[in-house]
């Protein structure tokens, strides 16, 4: 065999290594159609379940729930009559989330969620949450976070109920062209406000911007703390291994990417912390703040107090499917909040919270969730979904 005949083998084998091994890149990283892992997302097309299932079929709306940085803080024990919603503290985001006070807001979420499937399966459904002040740094041991008593009733469901497997949050560029309709943001504020919560809509330019300073403020904070940092990194899922050993967890699926872009992004090395954090930066500052035609904020009287946070979440989660019901998108921005409670872990003061002030509905009521609402560009895809055996105890 010659030299130039053994010089074209060995190109030849190398090219062909070189694509199998980019083939094999493609099928690990869910780069390519038809290869991302399935069983992750089954729970968003099993989610009615069956009758015969009992009380315990409500706990499969339940679960697809907002949760932050899809940490699925839930533990649910599920009698005939009742089911019992423990916050699981095990899965926490550390310093990002120092009293877990976005946690309860995940419970709160899975909450109602809870409460629109029993409804729709005939059931009358009570929620006693639990009282208490979150406390900075907690155990991890799971705590009861709230009863709900369920009773026969007629079965009633409505858009809310049918908009469950269609939530999902988008963190892609928005229409900024297209606004919200006035008319609309007060139906939301009538449907989610209570004793307990307020919610106020930023649709003005110079507002819109005085929020979104602040928000874009807040992120460039937490990505040079390195210890927030390093908490939310431990919940990114990269690859499909990842994504199907934790079936939670923040993924480039679900990052705002096109398409094209969010194969190239699978393909590539994983980022390392510092990469990650900044274009998380960037994508705040360049396309999810800019492109929002409405901004929002609720408010609680103590954002620390546990009832108030379950309540709030339970208005946000309503407030998202609502809004997916109505053809909008919708994504938490909470930066400003989680640094007020990253400052106050700190002991030290925290600017946000004077800055904040000023778009309460009225004196006495504080942030304790940020968000944007508008008209997406494209779909958002669903987040991976631990199973009923993950969740349910007892």
């Known amino acids: 065999m010659g030299t130039r005949t053994r010089r074209a083998l060995l190109v030849a084998g190398g090219a062909a290594a070189a694509i199998a091994g980019l083939g094999y890149r493609a099928w690990d990283r869910g780069a390519l159609p038809g290869t991302s892992p399935d069983s992750p997302y089954l729970p968003w097309r099993s989610w ?14 339940a679960i697809l729930a907002a949760s932050p940085h899809d940490t699925q803080p839930w533990i649910f024990e599920v009698d005939k009559d009742a089911i019992e919603v423990s916050a699981d503290r095990a899965r926490n985001l550390g310093s990002f989330d120092p009293f877990r006070r976005e946690m309860h807001l995940g419970i709160g979420a899975a909450i109602e969620n809870l409460m629109l499937a029993a409804q729709a399966d005939g059931f009358a459904a009570e929620v006693e949450p639990a009282d208490g002040k979150l406390s900075l740094s907690p155990e991890n041991t799971p705590i009861v976070a709230a009863r709900v008593a369920l009773a026969p009733a007629r079965s009633k469901r ?26 609309r943001l007060r139906d939301f504020e009538e449907l989610v406000e209570n004793d307990a919560v307020r919610v106020a809509f930023l649709t003005n330019e110079q507002a819109r911007r005085d929020l979104a300073a ?11 703390d390195a210890e927030m940092s390093a908490d939310s ?15 939670d967890g923040a ?16 393909l590539m090395p994983d980022m390392d912390a510092r990469s990650s954090d900044m274009y998380w930066l960037a994508m705040t ?54 640094r007020m409670d990253r400052d106050a872990m700190l002991g030290r003061p925290s600017r946000f919270a004077s800055e904040l002030a000023k778009f309460a509905p009225e004196k006495g009521w504080e942030p304790t969730f940020a968000f944007r609402l508008g008209f997406a560009e494209r779909p958002a895809p669903p987040s991976p979904r631990r199973t009923l055996e993950e969740v349910v105890r007892g």
């Open 214 to 224: 602040i928000i874009i403020e807040a992120t460039s904070r937490i990505v040079d």
């Open 158 to 183: 409505d858009s809310l109920f049918a908009a469950i497997p269609d939530r999902h949050t988008n963190r892609g560029p928005y229409r900024f062209d297209q606004n919200v309709d006035p008319g």
């Open 285 to 338: 500052r360049d396309v999810q703040v800019p492109t929002a035609p409405a901004l929002g904020m609720l408010f609680v009287r103590d954002r620390l107090d546990m009832r108030s946070a379950i309540a709030a979440g339970r208005a946000w989660q309503r407030l998202h499917l609502a809004a997916t019901v109505a053809g909008l998108a919708a994504q938490p921005l909470n930066q400003p909040i989680e």
């Open 48 to 61: 009615e379940g069956s009758p015969a299932e009992g009380s315990l079929r409500l706990v499969r709306a």
């Open 251 to 266: 993924t480039v699926d679900t990052a705002g990417l096109s398409p094209f872009m969010r194969a190239i992004a699978k």
């Open 233 to 247: 990194a431990r919940w990114f899922r990269t690859g499909r291994r990842e994504i199907v050993a934790h079936r």
